[in-house]
């Protein structure tokens, strides 16, 4: 098969706000690339831009007293194969607006992804957006007509900007891709990462159908359940919410009864797996039904760990045994306080976008990538035979 020519010199541009991920990212390319260098893997690894030692465009993003901003380049993009990697749920940073301190929200986000894509977008040869976290992902479907379809919205103003592809980690729900039919969406999944990250951390966790159950925490979830409870050939549970839809309480129908459809738990461990945790109400709630009914030990698997009720329920619920750990990937921004948690185990990414964004660049196929299914397999017949193996980097044994 002939080596594919790069598409242009990569260039990685990051909000402030996710930059040291970022520059991991960078990290890795240059070395995967650095090898290619030094073997003369291919004829393009001389091209000009093609091995540099920081992928990293310079670049700044200024804030005015208003709370207004804009996006500055201190470099040329002209021809480059441009890879915006942004969080829009990242909280870590503050703005000043008007003598007041402010913490910078999803809009806020998204608006400086806005300024940045305008800003390359007509200069860049090609411009890519890594948004690991959707912006508005949770309405991707109306439910009456009265309400606003923002992530629509959202991927139509960045395809009119000049955004040809956009990379999506675990969406909530995929039909978001209605959207921008013409635009290139691709939906890696976090799936291997997080099950290679659970094996190599707990060794206690047996992918055998008779001590380890999957289960779903709520009804829309079931595809996702069926997914991870399939490759590893392990039993699926779901919880049914029945809701009261005679009435809605802040926006939602409350929850009538909490219903378990799948075969007994007890003595068995649980892995509970969701696309996000967001306030961990949810989590806690399943994991206590769960423990009630005889399961052993439960462990919590996410692609997005939001906490955003903070972090007191669930030291409760793991101090008393009702969760062993919760593990998240590092695709969007965790506190220092959520780092430094036992119960918590980060999954590293990086590598992961490094070889996408190495693969996109030469227009390979990431079929293999995001379709996880081959390399999961392969990871749990090592598992079995006692070899685990992480194919994107070691991972060290912490429980």
């Not at 699926?236 to 007994?264: A, C, E, M, S, W």
Request: hydrophobic letters at 35%; aromatic letters at 10%; glycine letters at 6%.
């Amino acid at each position: 098969m002939p080596e594919l020519e790069p598409f242009g010199p990569i260039g990685i541009i990051a909000h402030t706000a996710n930059e040291e991920f970022a520059e991991s990212v960078s990290n890795i390319l240059y070395q995967k690339r650095q090898k290619r260098y030094e073997t003369n893997a291919n004829p393009y690894v001389k091209n000009p831009g093609y091995l540099r030692s920081n992928y990293m465009m310079d670049s700044s993003l200024v804030r005015f007293q208003t709370g207004e901003g804009k996006f500055q380049l201190g470099e040329s993009v002209r021809g480059h194969d441009i890879f915006i990697i942004t969080d829009i749920t990242a909280n870590n940073l503050d703005m000043n607006v008007s003598g007041y301190e402010r913490t910078f929200s999803p809009d806020d986000h998204y608006r400086d992804l806005l300024r940045i894509v305008s800003n390359v977008s007509g200069k860049a040869r090609r411009v890519t957006v890594i948004m690991p976290f959707v912006y508005e992902g949770r309405t991707v479907k109306q439910d009456s007509s009265s309400e606003s379809l923002d992530c629509a919205g959202a991927l139509q103003q960045l395809y009119n900007l000049g955004v040809s592809n956009i990379i999506i980690f675990d969406p909530h729900d995929d039909r978001l891709a209605n959207a921008v039919p013409l635009m290139g969406m691709d939906f890696p999944k976090c799936a291997y990462k997080i099950i290679s990250t659970l094996l190599n951390t707990y060794d206690s966790v047996a992918v055998d159908k008779n001590k380890t159950m999957v289960v779903s925490p709520d009804e829309s979830g079931v595809n996702r359940g069926i997914f991870y409870s399939s490759l590893m050939n392990l039993p699926l549970g779901i919880f049914y919410r029945d809701r009261d839809y005679t009435q809605k309480i802040n926006g939602v129908h409350p929850i009538k009864d909490y219903k378990f459809l799948g075969d007994d738990v007890q003595g068995k461990d649980i892995i509970i797996i969701d696309d996000m945790i967001n306030s961990g109400s949810t989590m806690l709630r399943t994991s206590r039904k769960l423990k009630e009914a005889g399961a052993k030990d439960i462990y919590c698997l996410s692609s997005f760990g939001l906490f955003t009720s903070g972090f007191e329920e669930i030291d409760k619920a793991y101090s008393e045994g009702i969760i062993k750990g919760i593990i998240c990937t590092n695709l969007i921004y965790r506190s220092p306080e959520l780092l430094s948690k036992e119960w918590y185990t980060d999954v590293k990414m990086e590598p992961y976008i490094a070889k996408i964004i190495d693969s996109l660049n030469v227009d390979e196929s990431i079929y293999s990538l995001i379709n996880s299914t081959t390399r999961i397999t392969d990871l749990l017949s090592q598992v079995r035979l006692g070899e685990l193996i992480d194919e994107f980097g070691d991972i060290q044994k912490k429980k």
